[in-house]
């Protein structure tokens, strides 16, 4: 049996145990200077605006939420083939969730599904699903204050503008599976200073004059060191990213197909989803991976659906009932060796339907 490949892994280089070890020798282990800078690489990254970095994506949801002044009375979009913390984040703040289908094709959430509740809505969450961008432009024409979830795709860029900079703000996570690990952590990036200031006041608890509740969700120096220190190489994590998903594009077996992302398009590809017509299908990929000692995943399971957690209609949501059946998620990440992608190509290949 060959060695088992994992569906994922951080890949931790020497400079970031450096870049760590100097937070811990410096005596300083809380919020501080690291995280200025890691704050400050955001705005520049950004091109403006400002940034304030949080314990981890789900706080970043919530205290955008909160600092938006969404609460109780208030409905919030969110696309059902997604994750819980977006539910989470919304019933944290008091608000009620609208849960909404995605797209077949790329996953995001579908504005023609979206257009049913719009009248009566107060926000949009928008995950860029594994990387895919989700139509904020037909979103926009809903008139309501869109929050965009980049925790799955930090790097990405649709026309030259990176992917949080439409919207009124972009959130992003460095929880330890992401595209930059720094075990837990997360940011929230603004135009305008409005939500990111209200921000930085509801998270600095300690100390203050007047008292308002207020909440611990910061980060420490240790984390924002070893996140800083990968954002330094995101344009080869990215570079790394691309050339394994257009090899394993080359050797899709015949009658299957992937998410739909464009990263000739300035998207990253987070995770290499391969799509079947039918369930059984998959189940044959997915077994044949097994045999290969290849670890592969359904990223997103039939039961995580947010509607099914809410006991909804399934017959609402039908793209989203349809990708769960149809999905597998093959490893992609950059600390996959040659060796590694060409046995992954070569048993992708092999498989005959
Ligand atoms: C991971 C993730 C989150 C939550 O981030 P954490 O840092 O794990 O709390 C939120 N939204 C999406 C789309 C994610 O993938």
Known sequence: MQASIAHNQPLILPEDRQAVDQVLQSGWLATGKKTRQLENFFASYMEEGQAVAVSSGTAALFIALHSMQLGKGHKVAIPTYSCSALLNAVYMVGAEPVIIDSKNDDFTICPNHLSQYTNK????????????????????????????????????????IPYGKNSHCAVFSFYATKIVAGGYGGLIWDRDGQITNKAKDYINFDCRKEYIPRFNFQISDIQSALILSQLQR?????????????????????????????????????RYVIRAKNKKDIEKLRTHMQTANI???????????????????????????????????????????????????????TLSI
Do not use: M, W
């Open 121 to 160: 809505l107060d926000a949009i969450i928008a995950v860029h699903t594994y990387g895919a961008h989700a139509d904020i432009k037909t979103l926009q024409k809903f008139n309501v204050p869109i929050i965009e979830d980049c925790c799955q795709s930090l790097g990405g860029y649709l026309q030259n």
């Open 234 to 270: 995101l344009e080869n994590i990215k570079k790394r990213r691309i050339q394994i998903a257009q090899k394993y594009d080359h050797a899709l077996p015949i009658h299957f197909s992937r998410q739909k992302l464009n990263f000739e398009n300035g998207a990253l590809p987070y």
């Open 295 to 349: 670890n592969c995943n359904i990223p997103v399971e039939r039961y995580e659906l947010l509607h099914q957690y809410l006991n909804l209609n399934s017959e609402n949501f039908p793209n989203s009932e349809h990708i769960v059946e149809t999905s597998l998620s093959i490893p992609l990440y950059p600390g996959l060796s040659d060796g590694d992608v060409d046995r992954i190509c070569e048993t992708l290949n």
